[in-house]
């Protein structure tokens, strides 16, 4: 099977469901901005020092980005959608857990912090900011088309868990956090 099919060489793709749109539209700008964090989680987990504890925690991660790229390249009205894997509360909850347990591990947090001061936590700043853009352009999405709220939630969730791990790498390799003093 080719990979290319020559049919978006006019800057049209297909939804799943088989509606061409733009590939400015809305839907592709939510979607392969997660699709973008998916890969910049890939790069965080096959970073040299991250935890080994963490693997099933990424992996998971992409999983859920998977499901929520899915769900967003699939109209709302295609037969499909009904079948295919959904994002549920647990996974929220899931990121939750985590936060705390890896806040627990860390000093108070009592300023706003710069990125930076070790690779490692500069790449989940990376992961968090794209996080970021991409519950940016769903909750863009959502005013024009249903989004499942748990989408929103959990992605919000998961920049706090990145922030959280930029901590947590800056402790576990004794590096100062870059307090913002303005």
Known sequence: MK???????????????GTRVSKDDIRLEAYGTVDELSAFVAVLQDSEGIDDSHLPEFDRIQVNLLVIE???ATENDCE???????LHEEEVDRLERWIDELTDSLP???NLVIPGSHILSSKCHLCRTVCRRAERRIIGLSRQYPVNEVIMKYL???SDTFFVLSRYYLNKFNKEEKPWKP
């Open 3 to 17: 990979i290319y099919t020559k049919t978006g060489d006019s800057g049209t793709t297909s939804l799943v469901g």
């Open 108 to 110: 108070p947090l009592r």
């Open 156 to 158: 919000n969730r998961l």
């Open 80 to 86: 499909y959608k009904k079948n295919m894997p959904q």
């Open 70 to 72: 899915s769900l967003l």
